[in-house]
Structures are given as C-alpha cells and as structure tokens.
Antibody
C-alpha cells in the first residue's frame, strides 16, 4: 500500500520561500506509472491544485501560481518537493501531496488523484 | 478559465437520497471527466467517483455520478444516507488550459 508523507516547516515568514517534501513509500516514483502532485487547502476553505511532476522532471503548474512555484523530484530518495516563493498570509494552508495514475491522464491533464498524504499545515506569519 | 460551482451546503435525513450538483461555467461538462472527492473532518480527501460515474473499489454503490449536458452540470447522488456520509464533497475537472480545477465544495449534513 503506497503512503505519502509531507514534511517541512510549519511556520514561514512573509516574503520568504515555503519548502515542503513528500516522501513516497510502498512504491517507486521512478516506475513512471504516476504523476505526483501538490494541492493545498486554506483553513476552512476549498482545495486548490498547485502542480504536478513526472519522474522525468516534467512539470505542470496552476497558472495562477506558476510564477512562484517550483516542483522537483529526487528519485534516489523517492521524494518530490514544493517551493513557493514570496509567501503571504494568503498562502497559509494545509498542503497535501497526492498521486495520479498515468491511466488517468489525458493529452492535457492528469485528472484523478488516487492517494493523498495526510497533509501538513503551513502558517505564514512574522 | 472556467469555474465549477457547487451549493455551499445540503442536508438530508439518514436513509434518504441526496444529490449534489456541480455546474461548469464555460466549456462543455461532457468534454472532460468529472471526479468527486469526499473529505471527512480532519482527514484527507478520498475519491468516491472518477471519470464521471466510475466508483473506486471499496466505495459503496450508494454513491453514483452523472453528467447532464443540458444544464452543463455533474451530479453526485448518495442514496441510503448514513451518518458516516457527513463530509465535504468536492467536484473536480479540467480543460486544455487548466489541468485541475476544483469546485468550492459542498458540506453534507446528515441530520
């Protein structure tokens, strides 16, 4: 059974860069059978997709966040990471990592998440 | 960019049937698959419907999905409601410019 676990600082100062890592166990990122994604949820609000990455390093980002987001992958550690720059209080959220099977990818989207991490709360505050 | 609009909340009694709608603002609802996720309080989302009307293994057949091109909307129907169905439900779809779009979510209360 695959498991995804987010890790990283729970508190980030405004204007700094938020950095999180998702460690995958029970399966290999290098298998090439999945895309790996970040999704966030502000407290009491809905879900917002941030982006996803393939094991080869190909990335796709939410157009509204693209200028501030970098997602990378480290296949040797079976991890993928998120960096979000110039954060403000509006970036305070629970950040989830999730998996999308390649079979649920069209020519323009990988659209169905099958496993999610438990999420980690990141607060942006001075 | 398109939006997916859901009712903020719905409520129904145990044993009854409830339907949650998800209306697409532009572009055809039938052109891109719709997924539905259930999020219980304090938990991560889980998939209850994918590709418009497919149920993952382990999801009871009380959950069903459909699309209606005439109203450009998707629906999640839960029959035989149980108290454990009380949760937030999110629809999700995409298009060529927006790989993943979530609806705002619907809070289901089972009275």
């Amino acid at each position: 059974q695959v498991q995804l676990q987010e890790s990283g600082p729970g508190l980030v100062k405004p204007s700094q860069t938020l950095s999180l890592t998702c460690t995958v166990s029970g399966g290999s990122i290098s298998s090439g059978d999945y895309y790996w994604s970040w999704i966030r949820q502000p407290p009491g609000k809905g879900l917002e997709w941030i982006g996803y990455i393939y094991y080869s390093g190909s990335t796709y980002y939410n157009p509204s966040l693209k200028s501030r987001v970098t997602i990378s992958v480290d296949t040797s550690k079976n991890q993928f990471s998120l960096k979000l720059s110039s954060v403000t209080a509006a970036d305070t959220a629970v950040y989830y990592c999730a998996r999308v099977p390649l079979g649920y990818c069209s020519s323009t989207s990988c659209y169905a998440f099958d496993y999610w991490g438990q999420g980690t709360l990141v607060t942006v505050s001075s | 960019n398109f939006m997916l609009t859901q009712p903020h909340s719905v409520s129904e009694s145990p044993g009854k049937t409830v339907t949650i709608s998800c209306t697409r603002s532009s572009g055809s609802i039938a052109s891109n698959y719709v997924q539905w996720y259930q999020q219980r309080p304090g938990s991560s989302p889980t998939t209850v419907i994918y590709e418009d009307n497919q149920r993952p293994s382990g999801v009871p057949d009380r959950f069903s999905g459909s699309i209606d091109s005439s109203s450009n909307s998707a629906s999640l129907t839960i029959s035989g409601l149980k108290t454990e169905d009380e949760a937030d439900y999110y629809c999700q779809s995409y298009d060529s410019s927006n790989p993943v779009v979530f609806g705002g979510g619907t809070k289901l209360t089972v009275l």
